[in-house]
């Protein structure tokens, strides 16, 4: 068994065979511009799945079960129930040990060609913004919100009925083309909505890059900068987290230490003031005094006993 793709690998359209399990409906049957074609499978079993491509991106919703996947390029992925994935266009993929394990997916592979209809649900700029949502260099797995679920629940309910009812109810494909449409939707807004949150561990990381800069007036631009985070995301991260901005943050660390150094020393305001990163000994009284409702005099003084 090759750990990599062969060279020919085969591209699945929506004219090839998925499997006796799987069923199939091509975006032209379900009048989807934008889509080659959706399926889903009816049993919950293994089943083979070897080394293969799509000229589109294929997203595959994980509704029940588990099934690793491997790729021509990057780290083996499992896919978990209540996950999605997409995988680029072009590129080699299987199931792991060339099998997909007992589980409920719904898979969409995009239609990648430029000569594609210009009608469809989407107008252009709504297609050019999923296109740009939806577009990734690698395999990557993400949680599906509730309703999310909910819409992948009635997209493989209505694919694995249509066989039977399709001439009894005119409605079916139209609602195959909406929850199409909105799953796609809510796809691509999840993934916008994890773009905008701030990575792992950035509020500790912006408190340790400013405590240790203090005595530089270092602004939240570049704090933001320095750590790769946008400066409203970094704002919204740290009101989360602190019940405060970096702005008010950085200001009461300023004001602590300068406390510390007109508590313990006999140095100048201004001194104090340009050891915390402030611009002047007028600026250090006026923020010592909002923050602490005292000047920097009173609080020498009460260590003095005076």
């Not at 049957?29 to 799945?49: E, I, K, M, W």
């Not at 300068?258 to 006999?266: G, N, Y």
């Amino acid at each position: 068994m090759s750990d990599k793709p062969p060279a020919g690998c085969p591209i699945i359209t929506s004219a090839d065979s998925l499997g006796r399990d799987d069923v199939v409906l091509s975006g032209a049957q379900l009048s989807c511009v934008g889509l080659d074609y959706v399926s889903t499978n009816t049993r919950f079993t293994a089943h083979p799945l070897g080394w293969h491509s799509h000229r589109g991106a294929e997203l595959i919703f994980m509704l029940r079960g588990a099934s690793g996947y491997s790729f021509a390029q990057g780290p083996e992925l499992s896919l978990t129930g209540g996950h999605f994935l997409i995988i680029p266009p072009g590129m080699a993929h299987r199931g792991s040990k060339n099998i997909r394990e007992p589980s409920t997916v719904c898979a969409m592979i995009l239609d990648s060609r430029d000569g594609s209809p210009k009608e469809g649900i989407f107008t252009d700029r709504e297609t050019a913004w999923l296109q740009a949502s939806l577009s990734t260099d690698f395999p990557r797995i993400r949680p599906m919100t509730p309703a999310m679920r909910q819409t992948a629940k009635w997209l493989h309910e209505g694919l694995t009925r249509q066989d039977r009812v399709a001439g009894e109810d005119p409605t079916l494909f139209a609602n195959l083309r909406l929850q199409v449409s909105s799953l796609l939707l809510h796809a691509a807004q999840q993934i916008r909505q994890q773009a905008r949150l701030p990575p792992p561990g950035v509020v500790e990381r912006a408190k340790g890059l400013m405590v240790a800069r203090l005595a530089e007036p270092m602004t939240i631009d570049e704090v933001a900068d320095r750590l790769a985070c946008g400066r409203t995301r970094l704002f919204h991260a740290f009101k989360r987290e602190t019940g405060m901005t970096p702005v008010d943050w950085l200001q009461r660390q300023r004001v602590a230490t300068a406390l510390e150094l007109l508590q313990r020393t006999d140095r100048t305001l201004t001194d104090i003031a340009n050891a915390v990163g402030l611009s002047s000994s007028a600026y250090l009284c006026h923020i010592v005094k909002r923050y602490t409702g005292r000047p920097p005099g009173a609080h020498r003084r009460m260590v003095g006993g005076g």
